[in-house]
Nanobody, 122 residues
Framework: VQLQASGGGLVQAGGSLRLSCAAS????????IGWFRQAPGKEREFVAV????????YYTDSVKGRFTISRDNAKNTVYLQMNSLKPEDTAVYYC????????????????WGQGTQVTVSS
């Protein structure tokens, strides 16, 4: 399974971006697709997750009300709509596929994309 993340870029604070995560195939047992991010000098952190079949979503507190995760099963693609972006959202964003529930821990995810850079200027 290959996950291709795209849509990153440079945006001013208050702006918006939409990230996409396209899967080459959907493996048997895939349960969730999540987004994580990693800023320079920091650990990778959970951002949002959606159940691949259920559509149930969870978010980290810092993005609630600003980010929306959604999926298009027909296109094997998950999106992360990011609004009201802040400089502290600057990071490399990764999508990941997991088979073990809607977890927040990166260790629960088996498949990882290459990452896309999001830079928010103040």
């Amino acid at each position: 399974v290959q996950l291709q993340a795209s849509g990153g870029g440079l945006v001013q604070a208050g702006g918006s971006l939409r990230l996409s995560c396209a899967a080459s195939t959907i493996p048997s047992g895939l349960y969730a697709i999540g987004w994580f991010r990693q800023a320079p000098g920091k650990e990778r952190e959970f951002v949002a997750v959606t159940g691949w079949s259920s559509g149930i979503t969870y978010y980290t507190d810092s993005v609630k009300g600003r980010f929306t995760i959604s999926r298009d099963n027909a296109k094997n693609t998950v999106y992360l709509q990011m609004n009201s972006l802040k400089p502290e959202d600057t990071a490399v964003y990764y999508c990941a596929g997991g088979r073990y529930g809607l977890g927040r821990s990166a260790s629960l995810y088996d498949y990882w994309g290459q990452g896309t850079q999001v830079t928010v200027s103040s």
